[in-house]
T-cell receptor, first 114, second 114 residues
């Protein structure tokens, strides 16, 4: 089955700096890669996603890149703000027998200090 | 107008008890899930139902039994609760698709076994 590894496990950045989180996946048939943000005590919520027919996607201060050959994808947050502090999860899914099952990475705790 | 709602939000119970968590979605999705998030924040899928049919059953003790009376509801019953069952349980739903799709999470049910 799919295996997703996520690094780093914790990331501290100064407000205004950029943050980058990297994930690798094992199943070359996976074709959907979402990123979820989970604030303390809240549910995980989708912030951006990318499908395997696209190499990069951007939404305001966040962007995701996908390298299918290397089987890795990354989340980039620019001009970080204190409200970006949260746990971020990458995930992968899409093989024909997975029924949309998302395999999550272990999460990255991002702390943005003013 | 919560899209995926689950009850109760907090549950404290003694070892050996039996408890249930209920989940309902009003998004018209065909697929529903139960995810478990442990103390280290790792999100792990437990079960998935598509149109009331069990399609994913990960390695979960048979003390956990899901039930889907219709495609909008997926309940989780846990027998003989153990200390290690303490976790946050997230219900989720998504449109049925074999190509990967967005999963929408409920607010979570915090289960503490004492």
């Amino acid at each position: 089955g799919e295996n997703v590894e996520q690094h780093p496990s914790t990331l501290s950045v100064q407000e205004g700096d950029s943050a980058v989180i990297k994930c690798t996946y094992s199943d070359s048939a996976s074709n959907y890669f979402p990123w979820y943000k989970q604030e303390l005590g809240k549910r995980p919520q989708l912030i951006i996603d990318i499908r395997s027919n696209v190499g990069e996607k951007k939404d305001q201060r966040i962007a995701v890149t996908l390298n299918k050959t290397a089987k890795h994808f990354s989340l980039h947050i620019t001009e970080t703000q204190p409200e970006d502090s949260a746990v971020y999860f990458c995930a992968a899914s899409g093989t024909t027998d997975s029924w949309g099952k998302l395999q999550f990475g272990a999460g990255t705790q991002v702390v943005v200090t003013p | 107008d919560t899209a995926v709602s689950q009850t109760p939000k907090y549950l404290v119970t003694q070892m050996g008890n039996d408890k249930s968590i209920k989940c309902e979605q009003n998004l018209g999705h065909d697929t529903m899930y139960w995810y478990k998030q442990d103390s280290k924040k790792f999100l792990k899928i437990m079960f998935s139902y598509n149109n009331k049919e069990l399609i994913i059953n990960e390695t979960v003790p048979n003390r956990f039994s899901p039930k889907s009376p219709d495609k909008a509801h997926l309940n989780l019953h846990i027998n003989s609760l153990e200390l290690g069952d303490s976790a946050v349980y997230f219900c989720a739903s998504s449109p049925a698709s074999i190509s990967g799709n967005t999963i929408y999470f409920g607010e979570g049910s915090w289960l503490t076994v004492v």
